[in-house]
Nanobody, 125 residues
Framework: VQLQASGGGVVQAGGSLRLSCAAS????????MGWFRQAPEKEREFVCA????????YCTEFVTGRFTISRDSAKNTVYLQMNSLKPEDTAVYYC???????????????????WGQGTLVTVSS
């Protein structure tokens, strides 16, 4: 499975961005999808995940109420809508895919088999 993330950029605090991650080379509905991020000099951390069917979603408490994850099976794409952005959201954002037998969300980085190249989000104050 190949993942191509896009949509990053520079935005002012309080602004919005929508990240996209296009998947190819596999059956999209076999995979739970997730977004992770890595800020400068910090370890990569979990942001949001969505189950294979899209019925279940989970986001870390730091972005709950501001970020929303969604997926479009017709387009083999997962999205991360980011609103009310803060300077501390500045990071490289990665999408990832985890092959799952059930319809569950995955928050652990080690459970994800495939990773995109990352897209940089910079939030200015």
């Amino acid at each position: 499975v190949q993942l191509q993330a896009s949509g990053g950029g520079v935005v002012q605090a309080g602004g919005s961005l929508r990240l996209s991650c296009a998947a190819s080379g596999g059956f999209f509905n076999n995979y739970g999808m997730g977004w992770f991020r890595q800020a400068p000099e910090k370890e990569r951390e979990f942001v949001c995940a969505i189950s294979r069917s899209g019925s279940y979603r989970y986001c870390t408490e730091f972005v709950t109420g501001r970020f929303t994850i969604s997926r479009d099976s017709a387009k083999n794409t997962v999205y991360l809508q980011m609103n009310s952005l803060k300077p501390e959201d500045t990071a490289v954002y990665y999408c990832a895919a985890a092959r799952t037998d059930g319809d569950a969300v995955r928050a652990r980085e080690g459970l994800y088999e495939y990773w995109g190249q990352g897209t940089l989000v910079t939030v200015s104050s």
